[in-house]
């Protein structure tokens, strides 16, 4: 994927978080009028770093925000240990299980288990995204309630990560969320959906990724997936929760 990404250079006072990022991802620092040269660009808005593709009806930007707006708002009323993907885990046998999400994207899911309870630790491939997450973190982590999660994230390929894993490193429960095509129609998702098949691209190691997870889970395997998709791998779970839009494959380890 030819994907060309720089940071548009920010005021003066948050250069010193702009240019250790350059530097760190390998990407130059430029000004706003460049940006036409480039696929997409990371900026800082009010404080906050965004992601943004350039070019004719591109969606508008995105940045991750784990104290208020819709993390906040799922973490309040999203209802708690009765949601899907809370039973989907098995919150409601395991006790503040150990978690590993291979896909962790802009860390949603993540956060949600890790204000269940859950001990998450998010693999990213993307340095691009992984830096939104991480910009996210290191603005939260003065928060009391984001403090007390459990909850890490780690830039790497998740298949060769799971291979350097030790047994006594093996979580409670993997999940996977693997890029799909979506169906709805919420202007949100697919925002996020485009800039982050742009960057990320599609994930073609989903098969295996499942084949290996099975093979170091001790609890279970947790695949979501759009309601009406095949299986991955044509691989028959053990249980199925089913939602309005998706589901979630659950193949429990014997």
Do not use: W
């Not at 390998?26 to 009010?46: G, M």
């Not at 708002?73 to 809370?86: C, E, N, T």
């Not at 925002?191 to 073609?204: A, F, N, P, S, Y």
Request: glycine share 6%; proline share 6%; with cysteine.
């Amino acid at each position: 994927m030819n994907t060309t990404i720089a940071i548009i250079r920010p005021e003066q006072s948050l250069l010193d978080k702009a240019l250790p990022l350059a530097q760190r991802l390998n990407i130059p620092l430029i000004d706003s009028a460049e940006k036409a040269n480039y696929t997409a660009v990371l900026n800082f808005v009010s404080g906050a770093l965004s992601l943004q593709l350039i070019g004719p009806k591109v969606p508008g930007p995105i940045s991750v925000d784990f104290i208020s707006g819709k993390y906040a708002h799922r973490r309040k009323y999203g209802g708690g240990k009765s949601q899907l993907i809370a039973k989907a885990v098995g919150l409601r046998s395991l006790k503040c299980p150990s978690v590993l999400d291979l896909t962790a994207g802009l860390g949603q899911d993540a956060f949600v288990l890790a204000c269940l309870g859950c001990s998450v630790t998010m693999i990213e491939r993307s340095p691009i995204i992984a830096a939104l997450v991480q910009d996210a973190m290191s603005r939260a982590k003065h928060d009391h309630f984001f403090s007390d999660l459990k909850l890490q994230l780690i830039v790497a390929d998740s298949l060769a990560y799971l291979k350097l894993l030790s047994e006594k490193e093996y979580p409670d429960v993997i999940y996977i969320d693997p890029m799909f095509p979506h169906r709805t129609k919420s202007a949100l998702v697919k925002k996020e959906m485009r800039i982050l098949r742009e960057i990320v691209g599609e994930d073609t190691d989903a098969e295996q990724l499942l084949n290996t997870a099975c093979t170091i889970a001790k609890k279970r395997v947790v695949v979501k997936r759009p309601r009406i998709a095949p299986h991955l791998n044509q691989r028959v779970p053990d249980l199925i929760i089913r939602g309005e839009s998706s589901r979630y494959d659950i193949y429990i380890q014997k």
